[in-house]
Structures are given as C-alpha cells and as structure tokens.
C-alpha cells in the first residue's frame, strides 16, 4: 500500500508519505527525522487531502500482519508443547506465544499511540478519532483476527495454567494462617508441596504464581484479560465452589456455611486479584459481606466476580438443600442453620417453583403412601409448618408444598384421633402438640377468622405470585400448628366431638374419679376453640365429680345400716348425664342376681338423693375387682371387666357349663361368649373339657393345665373403646339421609346428585346428631346404595327400583 500511494501523489509528496509512515512504524523516530520534519510532512498530507489516509493504512497494515504473520505464528508457538506431558513447559509455551504476541504488535500499538496523539494535538492539521479512538479499533481488529474462532488449545493451556496457580495461591495462603509450630510440624511430616503435590525440587508453584503477574500484564496490555481469562477462571470457580460444598455442606444440617463461605471466597479474591492484577492496580481485595450490606469501594471488574461468585454459590446451594428439604424438615429444629442458609440463598435466586415441585414430590413419594403410621405423617407435617416459617414468613411455601399432606390426612380414618391423642398427651412422641395447646399464648380459633376485621389498609401486601388462590390472604394465613392442623378438616366441630369421644373413654376407663389432668386440657382447650365448643366436656368432667359425691353419700348411708341389710356386692357407680355424653356401645347381657340386686339398692338409695332422677344401667361397661379361691391357689385383685366377672360367678353356682347354657344365662351370643372364656382359660381358672363345655380347674395340675404354647386371645379387653367410632355415629347419621333421600324419591320419581344435596341442605336440621354432607361424600354415599340394588342411576339422575317405591 505504501508504494501504490507513493505512486498516485503528486511530485513531492511521497517524500512527506514515507516520512509520516516511517515515524509510525518504527519502534521509535529515525534520529535524523525530527518533529518538525514530520510536521512538515503531515501539513503537505493534510494540504493535499492525504491525511486522512494514514489512519485506514497504519490500521490495515495491522490487520494484514496479523492475519498473514502474526497469528499463524502465534498459533505455532501455542501448539508446538501439545503432547508434551510436562505441565510447566506447556505453561512456558503458552507464555512464549504471548510475549512473542506482544514483541510483534508493539510496533503498531506504539504507532496508533503516536498517530492518536498528533489527531488530538492536530498537528499539521490532521484530524481524526484521537488516541482513545485509535486504540479501541485496533484492539478490535487484534481480537477479531486471533480470537473469533480460536482453537480448544488456547483455553485448554489458560485453564490448566490458572488451575496450578490458584492451587498455589490457596496452598500459600492457608500456610499463611497456620502458626510457625504448625506449619513447621507439617512440613517435617510432609515432603510434598501442597499445590501441586510434586517433591520440593519438581515443585514449580512459586515460578506459576510469578509468571502470572506476567502473564496477567501481557494479556491486559493487548485488551484480552477478560476474553482469555474468563471462561477458565469461570470454570475453576463452578468446580471448586461445587466441591467444597459437596465436601463441607452435604448431609450437615447444624451448622451455617455462608461464614465459612466468606472467609475461602476472600481467598479466591486474592487470586483473582493476581489474575486481573493489571486492571485492577493492586492485588489485595476487600472481603465480602455476607449480610447484604455494601462492599468497600474497589476494583469493578472484582465486584463483578465476587457477585458472580456469591450469585453461583447462592444457586448451588439451593440446588443441594432442595434435594435435601425432607430430611432438613424431618431433622428440625436440629437442622435450623440449614433452614436459615438457604432462606439467605433462596432470596437472591428465582428457584421457588423448584422448591415447591421438588418438596411436594419429595412429600408424595416419601412419606404419603399406606406404609407411613398416621402419627408419623403428623409429626413430620408439624416439623414442616415449624421449619417452612423459618423459611417462608409469608407461609406460601407451607400453603402450597404441604397441600399434598393435608389432602392426604383427610383419607386416614384415624387422623382426628391421633391429632387430638396428641393435643392431649395420649399419643406417643406427642411433646410438639401438648407443648403447643399449653404455650402461653395461644391463638383462639373461634376469634382468628374475623382477625383481617379493621385491619388498616395501608398496611396491606399482595400475596407472592406462587400463592394458592383461596380466600384467605396472606394476613390470614395462619403459622399456628394446631390451627393448621384442624383447618385440614375445615370444622373445629369434628375434634371437639373426637375429643368428647377420647375423653369420654378416658374417664371410664380409669374410673378413679381423678380428673386433674382432664380438667387442665380442657382449660386449654377452651382457649383455643372456646367456652362455648367445650361445654359439654365440662358436664362430662361435673358427671365424675358429681359420682364421686354421690358414692360417697351412698356407701355412708349403706355404713349406718345393719350388717344383714348391707348390699353383698358394693358397688361404685359411675352416673353419665346421657344427653352430654357420646354415643355409649349397647351391649345386652344378664347380670347374676346378686350383682342385679345390688344395682337396685343402689338406684333406690340414688333416687332419694336425686328427687325425679333414676338409673339406667349399662351393664357391659366398667371394671370389677375380685377374688378368685380355687383349691390350691387364690387369685387376688383381678380387674376384669363386668361379663368376665359374670362368667366366674355363675361357674360359682355351678362347676361345669355347656356353652350353649351359658350363653342363654348370659344372654350374649356364643362366638362373644367364647372369646370371653379365653381369659380365664389362660388364667388357668377354666378348662375346656369336651368341645363346648367347660369346667373349673380347682387343681392346676400339669396333666389338666391347658398347653402355654397356645394363645388363647380375647379380642374385646378393656382397652377397647367404649363410645362408639365415628364411623360408626357417621353410619347412622347417613341412615338418617337415607330416610329423607328415600321419601324424596318416592314424590318426586327422579332427582339429580345436586339437587338432593340442595334439597338436604334446605330441609334436613342440622344439629348436635347431625352433621352436613359435602356433595362428594353424598356422591359416595349414593353410589354405595347403587350397587346394593337400593338406587337406580341413569345419566346423572336418580330414582329408586319399581319393587321398592
């Protein structure tokens, strides 16, 4: 280019163009070529229009070397180490290239510096971008040329050149906090270097951490630090911070990282202020904080890193503890510096909706499934609610990751049992809801679902955008276990008529009149659902109290009579006001006459203690104390209940039985029989002597004593409820809709599911005996009288069969 403009100028001026260019590139100006020579030169150029030619030729010829030359060259240089297997000569090769890089742009670089300076000095009237100018097009150029598609041996030689020094760098810097002790019993122990593994004399680390200033030096000069460091210091850093995290943070719950985190990311910032040592103009960094708080002025492109470093560190840790949510949640409050890690971490990432999806995935697959206990899948449901407020104040994440748990609880017929069995301290590992019920603070649940009432407006937040859609807003919804734990159901109404069920049982089956404990948790109780919901556990907890009083003014006034009129069975009886008690167990059966007897003077002594009141006894229910005397032995102190009493004392009339008579004396069916006469059969007070006839075993002989090898089981001990099951009261309740169901049908000949519900709704009381229907459990409820052959459905509607209408 220089000879073909040299040929196009007028006489005179290719003097002038050769004198310009020679000055441009060449490392420095000719000795006998002086400033004004050179301006002289430019004034010819510029007073011809020329000058604005050197800027496109001193670049063009950059662009021709570099092309032509240089980068082949490079290139050379980079590979000629490739399957070299020592490390520190392919990081020697990879540095040669670049000084030799560095040798052979200079010239250029030198003269764009020189011809940016005559543009903003104007000299001989040249005009043109400036020296600033000049340099970004020519940096532009160098990275074109030499970087748009480089090969895989320019990042492959870089990462494993930054890899030796960060090792290095890390080694060294731990080294510089070990005492001198420490690091001297160390070195005494271990021969290796630390870095890089290698014996002292093959250890190169100190001449990698030199030739990185280098090296970093080379590369800034030339405008590519960024563009050749970033992808393998990148790379170090995913790797590294993985890692250490696999190594420090997996299955560790109790303990926080993001300290720990801080201290080795400061290191990290030292190295990477080696790497980018010439940009940033120093090599020691600021550390980073961890609570949020602004970072001490500094280098940008350190800001930039140490917030990619905190964003990748933040992602993967969340990463991790999702996949290790169930075990945090099950582990809690152990696990409460885990929970409060990833709160941190999760705020500064978008990975809420793959919390969710993996949680309840993590739920369903885990934990709701037939093989997982009731009290189990409650236990771990009031871990979540405990954890997942720690980690979501706005209950979001518990609203939405633990419906799964909620719908679940609602399938399990035990779930209202095992909930109130643990407000109350019955159920085993129960310590999170009784300490709950007796906190003192407790949320009342008849006033929480007016709380949003006057409320002020300014205060008012929208819910998060992955927030359920229901009815209640963020302020309603509740953190409260146990409010959590009854809104399942949607009615408080089901665990007060639960607990009157487990109460109910409780005092009969103690029958030690000691309420002490029954009275404080329904004190609880009553905080929480109200005094109106408890009221008749209060008449049932009187009722006890009331016996008590009663029994004792019976047996004073049985003390006072004769010895030949005193009843020859005491009795303590237990009075029930029938109308605030739960549904009983109906079981008929014959008492001995002596006992009957005994139950008659006791009415009529109740009768003139309690004008207009009377007793109506429930036979099969409570406990009798006896005595048992054979001829060799005697059994003392029984607790059997009424009916294992009655068997014993018609065998005292009468030593042998026929099952058959027994049971008609008994007046209960032989199967019930029999498994009654098991008891005592492993008492080894009555044995079997032919099929269906028993005998008493006055001598327990070994001849006569029945084989120990067999267990004779009675399936009905005390221990069985004596209320009786929900399921039970829901049947008859739904027998009563059935009546109703059965008399619409019959005026009205067909009906669809929801108009019966309508119609139910609209015409069936609802009361203490009666509870609403859901259209889903009506559907249920029909369907099962479809396939007894009671109901006719065709397309939606109902009717009942022709035989029965």
Request: glycine share 4%; hydrophobic share 40%; aromatic share 6%.
């Amino acid at each position: 280019m220089n000879d073909s403009m040299s040929d196009l100028m007028p006489e005179g001026l290719p003097a002038a163009w050769e004198t310009v260019t020679a000055a441009l590139v060449s490392p420095s100006t000719p000795p006998s070529v002086s400033d004004d020579t050179v301006t002289e030169a430019l004034v010819s150029l510029c007073e011809q229009g020329l000058g604005q030619y050197v800027e496109g030729w001193l670049l063009e010829t950059l662009q021709v070397c570099l092309a032509s030359d240089v980068a082949p060259e490079f290139w050379a240089g980079l590979k000629q180490t490739e399957a070299d297997s020592q490390e520190k000569d392919r990081a020697r090769a990879l540095l040669e290239a670049f000084r030799k890089l560095l040798r052979r742009l200079t010239p250029f670089l030198c003269g764009l510096e020189r011809l940016g300076s005559w543009q903003d000095e104007a000299r001989g009237g040249l005009s043109g971008p400036g020296a600033h100018g000049l340099r970004e097009r020519a940096y532009s150029i160098i990275r074109a040329i030499l970087l748009f598609s480089p090969p895989p041996v320019l990042q492959d030689r870089v990462l494993e050149f930054y890899s030796r020094t960060f090792s290095a760098h890390m080694s060294q810097a731990v080294e510089e906090l070990e005492t001198t002790e420490e690091a001297a019993a160390e070195a005494e122990g271990n021969e290796t270097c630390p870095g890089c593994a290698a014996l002292p004399e093959l250890c190169w680390c100190k001449e990698a951490l030199e030739r990185l200033q280098e090296f970093s030096h080379i590369l800034s000069r030339l405008q590519l630090l960024e563009r050749v460091s970033s992808e393998a210091v990148t790379n170090i850093l995913h790797r590294l911070i993985e890692q250490r995290m696999e190594q420090r943070c997996r299955g560790e719950y109790e303990s926080s990282f993001l300290k720990d985190f801080e201290n080795w990311l400061e290191k990290v910032l030292d190295w990477l202020g080696r790497v980018f040592a010439s940009e940033v103009g120093e090599t020691s960094t600021s550390p980073l904080l961890m609570d949020g708080k602004p970072n001490p002025p500094g280098s940008a492109i350190l800001q930039r890193w140490r917030c990619h470093m905190h964003q990748f560190f933040c992602r993967i840790y969340v990463n991790m503890r999702i996949e290790e949510l169930f075990s945090i949640i099950r582990d809690f409050p152990e696990s409460l510096p885990a929970v409060e890690d990833l709160k941190f971490c999760l705020e500064r990432t978008n990975q809420r909706l793959q919390l969710l999806t993996s949680l309840k995935s993590a739920f369903e697959t885990r934990l709701l499934h037939p093989g997982v206990h009731t009290s189990d899948i409650i236990t771990v449901y009031i871990s979540a609610i405990k954890a997942l407020r720690e980690l979501d104040p706005s209950m979001v994440i518990l609203q939405v990751a633990c419906q799964p748990i909620r719908k679940y609880l609602r399938t399990r017929e035990d779930t209202v049992r095992q909930i109130v069995a643990s407000l109350t301290g019955d159920a085993e590992g129960c310590s999170e809801l009784a300490n709950e019920l007796s906190r003192a603070d407790p949320v009342t649940l008849e006033t929480q679902d007016s709380e949003d009432e006057g409320s002020d407006p300014e205060e008012w937040t929208p819910d998060p955008t992955d927030a359920l859609t229901d009815k209640s807003g963020s302020k309603r919804r509740s953190s409260d276990i146990i409010s959590l734990l009854v809104s399942i159901y949607g009615s408080k109404e089901i665990f007060i008529d639960e607990y009157k069920t487990v109460l109910a049982d409780r005092l009969l089956h103690q029958l030690n009149y000691n309420t002490a404990r029954e009275i404080r948790n329904v004190e609880l109780l009553k905080l929480r659902f109200g005094e109106s919901h408890m009221h008749y556990c209060e008449v049932m907890l009187k009722d006890v109290a009331d016996s008590r009083r009663i029994n004792t003014n019976v047996r004073e006034e049985e003390a006072r009579l004769p010895e030949e009129e005193r009843p020859a069975i005491p009795l303590s009886a237990m009075i029930l006001s029938s109308e605030f008690w739960p549904q009983l167990k109906d079981e008929k059966m014959e008492l001995p006459s002596a006992v009957s007897k005994a139950m008659e003077a006791y009415t009529h002594r109740f009768e003139k203690l309690k004008a207009m009141r009377t007793l109506s006894w429930k036979p099969h229910l409570g406990s009798v104390t006896l005595d048992v005397e054979l001829e060799d032995r005697t059994l003392t102190n029984l607790s059997v209940s009424p009916i294992h009493a009655a068997i014993i004392l018609h065998f005292q009339d009468k030593s042998t039985w026929a099952l058959e008579e027994l049971s008609s004396a008994l007046g209960v069916p032989q199967e019930l029989l029999r498994r009654k006469l098991a008891f005592w059969q492993q008492h080894g007070v009555l044995h079997e002597e032919t099929s269906g006839h028993y005998s008493i075993l006055e001598k327990a002989s070994a001849r006569e004593r029945p084989d120990r090898g067999v267990m004779l089981i009675d399936s009905d001990e005390e221990g069985d409820s004596n209320t009786t099951t929900q399921s039970e009261q829901r049947e008859e309740k739904l027998q009563l809709f059935w009546a109703y169901i059965q008399a619409m049908l019959t005026n009205l000949e067909s009906m669809t599911l929801e108009r019966i519900h309508s119609m139910l709704r609209m015409f069936v009381a609802t009361g203490p005996g009666i509870t609403e229907m859901d259209v889903n459990e009506l559907q249920g409820f029909l369907q099962k009288k479809v396939r007894d052959h009671q109901l006719i459905v065709s397309a939606g509607v109902y009717r009942l069969p022709k035989t029965t209408q």
